[in-house]
């Protein structure tokens, strides 16, 4: 069994250590490269959204690709990544990836 590893995160809007206007009314979105080694990866789309920025959108309907949190910071994103990688094994890299991507949007998922 395999357990993937975070190789890079990066944010469109926010160099790390930056930190939103307002941490508890924010929606950003993240790019995370992940594979079963430090070297080679694929990208994983998802973004981060407080219930602040949740209601003030008042949209209603399907939510997936969400990592939720009551205020933005990076180590919590991090410990949240942390902790969806770990509990993720599969015996190929299809099998985990296809794990990830109920969680986030797989980048390569309508070419399995």
Same mark, same amino acid.
């Given at each position: 069994m395999q357990t993937p590893k975070l190789i890079e995160l990066s944010? =469109?809007?926010?160099? =790390?250590?930056q930190l939103p206007s307002d941490v508890k009314d924010c929606e950003? &979105?993240?790019?995370?490269?992940?594979?079963? @080694?430090?070297? *080679?990866? @694929?990208?994983f789309r998802?973004?981060?959204?407080?219930?602040?920025? &949740?209601? =003030?959108? *008042?949209?209603t309907g399907w939510g997936k690709d969400q &990592?939720?949190? *009551?205020?933005?910071?990076?180590?919590?994103? @991090?410990?949240?990544? @942390?902790?969806?990688?770990?509990?993720?094994?599969?015996d190929s890299w299809a099998e985990v990836a296809g794990q990830l991507h109920e969680f986030m949007d797989w980048e390569l998922y309508s070419h399995r």
């Amino acid at each position: 069994m395999q357990t993937p590893k975070l190789i890079e995160l990066s944010c =469109r809007s926010l160099i =790390r250590p930056q930190l939103p206007s307002d941490v508890k009314d924010c929606e950003l &979105l993240f790019t995370a490269k992940i594979g079963m @080694d430090a070297s *080679q990866g @694929d990208n994983f789309r998802f973004s981060v959204v407080t219930p602040a920025a &949740l209601t =003030r959108s *008042q949209y209603t309907g399907w939510g997936k690709d969400q &990592l939720i949190l *009551q205020e933005f910071s990076w180590a919590l994103v @991090d410990n949240c990544l @942390d902790n969806l990688l770990s509990s993720v094994r599969g015996d190929s890299w299809a099998e985990v990836a296809g794990q990830l991507h109920e969680f986030m949007d797989w980048e390569l998922y309508s070419h399995r």
